[in-house]
């Protein structure tokens, strides 16, 4: 009993060697199933300069930025941005993903003021400052621009994420009445995700992060479903946190699934002609010649698809018609 209690012991310690292995795989883990590419550009903006400042934005970009990190992208993170740095940021983007190849998952994402005027939708710096919403191609920065040096990159696949349209930032310019984005058309192998539906004004939040952001960085460390479901469930929730005051959508034009974290594969099972392994062989070793049906038993429960598995059940069997000795 003593040498079974040793075994016993050494297959502990093997296992736990097994799961620290395990664990340090999961954590360098991060890229797609194909290996793709990931990358990203997060800008939150909150501190405006001549319009309503915002509480939450910037902490909604740093929260993206760690969690796309988390599942495998390069990112790179602007917060509190001019104009001349944001059109920089986003050119400096675009560059990149036609250097990365067709095989690149690109995202961008933005958290702070955005407006909409004649069907387009802009971005705002916190520099951004005007008198008639004529001038917003002078202080805005277009979404349709940024699509076009997603589309120009012909990556595989382009993520926009805009948490943005909190009020009107503009109440008192003539003629700016209309409240939050334009419906924008995705473009081949483009999602495109808002915090709020067309038209409509999303919540900054009152708890540091906004529930939009908050329910997607959850879903993306929780989940691992395809882009369209994990964002379903961002819609339930932000709806289930806002009193149905909030309702997100997106735009999907998707040609290749995505994940954000992909099922892992199932190891393929362990058949009786594969080589055994060091722990397992020093159990078979140590209960084939007992003659024990316990010890069998143990080495059965404790290797199901072992390499020695027909030879133990063989002796098993074997073991159970042996009639046991008559005591003395």
Same mark, same amino acid.
């Given at each position: ?15 736990? #060697? ?5 664990? $340090?795989?999961?954590? =360098?883990? !991060?890229?797609?199933?194909? @290996? ?7 800008? !939150? ?6 319009? &309503?400042?915002?509480? +939450? ?9 760690? #969690? ?6 390069? $990112? ?7 104009? /001349? ?26 958290? @702070? ?40 990159? =012909?990556?595989?696949?382009?993520? $926009? ?5 909190? +009020?009107?930032?503009?109440? /008192? ?11 924008? +058309?995705?473009?081949?192998?483009? *999602? ?6 067309? @038209?409509?004004?999303?919540?900054? &939040? ?24 994990? *964002?379903?469930?961002? =819609? ?21 699934? *995505? ?36 010890? $069998? ?8 698809? @072992?390499?020695? =598995? ?19």
């Amino acid at each position: 009993m003593s040498r079974l209690l040793a075994v016993l012991v050494f297959l502990l310690g093997f296992s736990v #060697t097994c799961a620290r292995a395990e664990l $340090v795989l999961a954590n =360098r883990a !991060g890229t797609g199933p194909d @290996g793709e590419r990931r990358i990203a550009l997060v800008i !939150g903006n909150g501190g405006y300069t001549a319009i &309503g400042g915002l509480d +939450n934005t910037v902490n909604d970009a740093a929260l993206m930025a760690d #969690t796309l990190q988390s599942v495998g992208f390069e $990112v790179t993170k602007l917060l509190d941005v001019d104009q /001349n740095a944001m059109k920089r940021g986003i050119a400096n983007f675009g560059r990149a993903l036609r250097e990365a190849g067709p095989e690149t998952v690109a995202l961008f994402y933005y958290a @702070g003021h955005a407006v909409q005027s004649f069907g387009n939708n802009y971005l705002l710096p916190i520099d951004a400052a005007i008198r008639d919403q004529a001038d917003l191609d002078l202080v805005g920065v277009e979404a349709g621009w940024i699509l076009r040096q997603l589309y120009s990159a =012909r990556v595989r696949t382009n993520i $926009v994420i805009l948490d943005s349209c909190r +009020n009107n930032p503009f109440p /008192n310019v003539m003629g700016f009445h209309d409240q939050g984005l334009a419906e924008m +058309n995705a473009p081949t192998g483009t *999602f495109i995700a808002y915090a709020t539906a067309p @038209g409509s004004v999303a919540l900054d &939040g009152l708890a540091g992060n906004s529930p939009y952001t908050s329910a997607l960085a959850n879903a993306i460390d929780a989940d691992r479903e395809s882009i369209e479901l994990l *964002f379903k469930k961002v =819609r339930v929730k932000v709806l289930e946190t806002t009193g149905g005051a909030q309702t997100p959508w997106e735009s999907s034009s998707l040609t290749a699934d *995505f994940y954000f974290r992909p099922v892992a594969a199932p190891a393929p099972a362990t058949t009786s002609s594969a080589p055994a392994s060091n722990a397992e062989e020093t159990l078979w070793v140590s209960v084939k010649d007992s003659g024990d049906k316990t010890q $069998v038993q143990l080495y059965l429960w404790t290797f199901p698809q @072992g390499a020695h =598995r027909t030879e133990a059940e063989a002796l098993l069997t074997a073991l159970a018609r042996k009639p046991e000795a008559a005591p003395a």
